[in-house]
């Protein structure tokens, strides 16, 4: 079902990022040619109303976040990621919005419904977020590389390293986190 619905987007992004055009008899360059639509981090969320949601990222340049309302099958948000080819991981956190971890370190945040997306940057410099996870009362838990670094964020606290540096010395990658609400 999902899929279907890609498959137009896909080929709009096709189209848009064509290598080369024609003129006057000359070849001349005009941006990245698209190879694939490579989709990568998806979340689904229900709003308190009820309402379903799909989230993704199409990676690209700039990588794009997509939602679709399952409802209506409509897309409800298409918003470039700017800076951004893509984004291994996304969330919904507990209080209603999306964030996303993207292939370039930064963590972005999007309230449903807005066409907004907010940078919150980059957690200690590192170079790619691999995994986020949903806590409570809004925080999300996040896992990175180059470093292996696993981080808290929180909406008005900002960014907390749990581990006091890499989670596992030596180790560059911190990924497939899960929440323990307990601990």
């Not at 890609?6 to 290598?19: C, D, G, K, Q, W």
């Not at 808290?152 to 390293?161: L, R």
């Amino acid at each position: 079902m999902i899929s279907k619905k890609l498959l137009p987007l896909a080929f709009i992004f096709l189209i848009s990022y064509i290598l080369m055009a024609q003129e006057n008899g000359l070849v001349r360059k005009i941006g990245s040619q698209l190879h694939t639509a490579n989709v990568q981090g998806s979340t689904f969320m229900t709003t308190k109303g009820g309402r379903q949601y799909l989230y993704t990222v199409v990676r690209g340049r700039p990588a794009h976040l997509v939602g679709f309302d399952l409802e209506i099958n409509r897309t409800v948000a298409d918003l470039p990621i700017e800076g951004v080819d893509g984004a291994w991981t996304i969330t919904a956190s507990s209080d209603g919005f999306i964030y996303v971890g993207s292939a370039q370190g930064n963590l972005f945040k999007h309230q449903p419904g807005t066409n907004t997306l907010e940078n919150l940057g980059k957690f200690d410099g590192e170079k790619l977020i691999w995994d986020l996870v949903p806590g409570l009362n809004g925080e999300i838990y996040g896992g990175t590389w180059s470093a292996a670094k696993v981080f808290k964020y929180h909406p008005t606290e900002g960014f907390k390293d749990l581990a006091n540096g890499s989670a596992v010395p030596g180790q560059q990658y911190a990924q497939f986190l899960a929440f323990n609400p307990k601990t």
